[in-house]
T-cell receptor, first 114, second 115 residues
Framework: AQSVTQPDIHITVSEGASLELRCNYS??????LFWYVQSPGQGLQLLLK??????LVQGIKGFEAEFKRSQSSFNLRKPSVHWSDAAEYFC????????????FGQGTRLTINP | GAVVSQHPSRVICKSGTSVKIECRSL??????MFWYRQFPKQSLMLMAT?????????EQGVEKDKFLINHASLTLSTLTVTSAHPEDSSFYICSAGGDSTDTQYFGPGTRLTVL
């Protein structure tokens, strides 16, 4: 069965600083990988996804993620964060087609210092 | 991306009553819809998967008689929490999939409070 680990429960960075959120997955085949962002009291918004091909994936809001099969990782990065990036970030892995069941990591709460 | 709506966004009910939550895909036909539950400061836990016209598939530990799911059309799925109790208070989120992007799109969630 697939699983996702986000080692960092809470991260604080200063506005303008770079960001990396870690995600490690466990899955026997080629995974479908996703990053979602959730603002307080809201649903989830898709930031980016990886199905196949180029391992560096560009998403919305200036985010990118890199799939590293050897490390079973799919870390999310942003070169310069904005105060509006403060939110909860979830990494998820899907089995087979992306519209199938997703398993989510525990989430990483991002706080931005002014 | 595709848009998924949920209604209501917030509901407060008395213990013992039933509550229905609607999930709609507004601009695509969702062959599959998912229902998640999220406790405060925790991740999403999948409750069930529903395919249009079929019975829902429930995850282990989820009571199918308590959480009734109906996926009557390609744009609408409903979750009914029957005989709600305070421990059912939670944030319920639906998602819809099945368009050409192989991606799940999430609704804004419904905050259920059972008094």
């Amino acid at each position: 069965a697939q699983s996702v680990t986000q080692p960092d429960i809470h991260i604080t960075v200063s506005e303008g600083a770079s960001l990396e959120l870690r995600c490690n997955y466990s899955y026997g085949a080629t995974p479908y990988l996703f990053w979602y962002v959730q603002s307080p009291g809201q649903g989830l918004q898709l930031l980016l996804k990886y199905f196949s091909g180029d391992t560096l994936v560009q998403g919305i809001k200036g985010f990118e993620a890199e799939f590293k099969r050897s490390q079973s990782s799919f870390n999310l990065r942003k070169p310069s964060v904005h105060w509006s990036d403060a939110a909860e970030y979830f990494c998820a892995v899907g089995a087979g087609q992306g519209a199938q069941k997703l398993v989510f990591g525990q989430g990483t709460r991002l706080t931005i210092n002014p | 991306g595709a848009v998924v709506s949920q209604h209501p966004s917030r509901v407060i009910c008395k213990s013992g009553t039933s509550v229905k939550i609607e999930c709609r895909s507004l601009d695509f036909q969702a062959t599959t819809m998912f229902w998640y539950r999220q406790f405060p400061k925790q991740s999403l836990m999948l409750m069930a998967t529903s395919n249009e016209g079929s019975k829902a598939t429930y995850e282990q530990g989820v009571e199918k008689d308590k959480f009734l799911i109906n996926h009557a059309s390609l744009t609408l799925s409903t979750l009914t929490v029957t005989s709600a109790h305070p421990e059912d208070s939670s944030f319920y989120i639906c998602s819809a999939g099945g368009d050409s992007t192989d991606t799940q799109y999430f609704g804004p969630g419904t905050r259920l409070t059972v008094l």
